[in-house]
């Protein structure tokens, strides 16, 4: 499970982010203490750290270069700034992405996967998801069932990993191509549908009927 590290003063915002994010079956880490997020960084080890750049005592810049002293995890800014500026900066900083106040959670959500993907899926062979006795490889984007394997397609994982994440929850579609998009794979709704389906097809063919449900005017649903 991928650990998230959230410095945020606003409570509410905090809050409302970590929340959204447990939801898809994220681990967080809310800082405790703004005038010691470094040690709270490295005693919780996290995959990717949100940071916003406004905070008590020392801004995120200043907390962003510390970070980056002694690590390469991604880090995403959350800042009510807008000057070009201040995006500007978050980068040279070591930033890997600015999300400005107010920010719509979906999108959030679809940033920090794709920025979990590209740093960790192809480079830690264990990493894998499970429901049902299906496994997700993320290492090399394949599905295994009962010692049966397919080989899925950059887009077939993505829309896997996706759903898997949040096995149980229906996942709109538009949810799905947003987590496409944000992985820089750009697709309508036509090739959305053909690429559910030929994944229904690849698990079935593994002897797992009814992995992904469709719920009409809503979604799909790993159940």
């Known amino acids: 499970m991928f650990r998230i590290f959230i410095v945020e003063d606003d409570d509410k915002i905090r809050s409302i982010v970590a929340d959204a994010l447990r939801k898809w079956q994220f681990e967080v880490v809310e800082t405790a203490s703004f005038d010691n997020v470094l040690e709270e960084f490295q005693a919780s080890q996290p995959h990717l750290v949100l940071l916003d750049v406004n905070l008590p005592i ?6 962003c270069q510390r970070i980056r002293a002694v690590s390469k995890v991604p880090i995403v800014f959350l800042s009510s700034r807008d000057q ?11 930033g890997d992405d600015y999300i400005q106040k ?8 679809a940033k920090v996967s794709a920025l979990l993907r590209r740093n960790y899926t192809y480079q830690d062979e264990n990493l894998q998801l499970t429901h049902r006795e299906l496994v997700l490889y993320l290492s090399n984007s394949s599905v295994q069932y009962r010692g049966r394997t ?5 887009n077939e994982s993505i829309i896997m990993q996706t759903m898997m994440r949040r096995a149980g929850r229906i996942v709109s579609r538009d949810e799905l191509m947003q987590a496409l ?18 994944l229904r097809r690849k ?3 593994l002897g797992l009927e009814e992995f992904i449900s469709t719920r009409k005017g809503m979604g799909y649903i790993v159940e």
């Open 58 to 63: 020392y801004d995120g810049f200043y907390w």
């Open 84 to 94: 070009n500026m201040d995006v500007i900066m978050a980068i040279n900083m070591g």
């Open 102 to 109: 107010p920010f719509d959670l979906g999108v959030l959500v």
């Open 150 to 154: 397919a080989e899925l397609s950059r």
């Open 181 to 198: 998009w944000n992985d820089e794979q750009f697709v309508d709704d036509n090739t959305l549908t053909v690429n559910v389906n030929r």
């Open 203 to 205: 698990i079935a063919a």
